[in-house]
């Protein structure tokens, strides 16, 4: 969908004739979906790419409860030179997944963590560069180009420079920074912005990982980003998960009501 998220009707077209018809609300192309039970949960998370370098991988289990609120912002690439967006999912408006969108020109989408949640650097060099966004804050804009806008602002890709014939070189939804002509590359979307880059490839985004069974890694979608969530809501332990209680029992992770007082 470009530098802006799929609108409402496409959300619907999209999941026509599957279990999430009418499941799924589309809130400025990020997309809202309600927990239908509680159980434990793969979830699985791309950040968007192109063929110089792919968005980031970052996969984990959660359990989730009946009720929890998920917003999935889903990365898409950007335009020429344009930074490509990165993948956001938060948890009752709490960051939980993220992965990193690749550079416009081949800085892979990044399998590392921590930092501020910051966008990234614009180059002010040639026709100049922008950042991509971070989780809070936007990618910083150049003379000629915007940076990102933050997960938190909504996600919208950077407008590319028209700097001279070259194109839009726009930076894909999720956060992608604009980029200047075909050789200054904008920044990738991430937990931290990458930075756009005059004359070569820029910096992918970063990432965010939560849960267990871990399985991340840079680079890897050379496309759109997508998510996929699979329940194992059949593997819930419930019982009583009071430390402090007489039959606690180590092994639930959903409280039942039975504790008793020691």
Do not use: M
Request: a negative charge; one cysteine or more.
């Amino acid at each position: 969908t470009g530098r802006y998220g799929p609108s409402q009707s496409q959300v619907n077209s999209a999941y026509s004739g599957t279990s999430l018809a009418g499941n799924v609300i589309s809130n400025s192309g990020i997309q809202e979906w309600v927990v239908p039970a509680t159980g434990t949960y793969t979830i699985e998370c791309y950040g968007a790419g192109n063929g110089l370098a792919g968005g980031a991988q970052i996969i984990g289990d959660i359990l989730l409860t009946s009720g929890d609120i998920l917003d999935i912002l889903v990365g898409q690439q950007g335009n020429g030179s344009g930074g490509n967006g990165g993948t956001f999912i938060s948890l009752n408006g709490s960051p939980l997944f993220v992965a990193g969108g690749s550079s416009g020109l081949g800085g892979p989408g990044l399998a590392t963590f921590g930092g501020t949640g910051h966008g990234g650097a614009a180059d002010f060099q040639g026709c100049e560069t922008s950042g991509g966004g971070g989780w809070y804050t936007n990618g910083e804009n150049s003379s000629n180009s915007f940076g990102g806008l933050s997960y938190l602002n909504g996600g919208v890709g950077g407008q590319g420079s028209y700097c001279g014939s070259y194109g839009s070189n726009d930076g894909g939804f999720g956060s992608g920074g604009g980029g200047g002509h075909p050789v200054n590359a904008g920044g990738g979307g991430g937990y931290n912005g990458g930075n756009g880059q005059w004359t070569g490839a820029g910096i992918g985004g970063t990432s965010n990982r939560s849960g267990t069974n871990q399985n991340n890694s840079s680079g890897v979608n050379s496309w759109d980003g997508y998510v996929i969530i699979s329940g194992n809501i059949n593997q819930i332990t419930y019982g009583c998960i009071d430390t402090s209680a007489f039959n606690y029992d180590p092994l639930a992770c959903v409280d039942d009501g039975s504790c008793i007082a020691k």
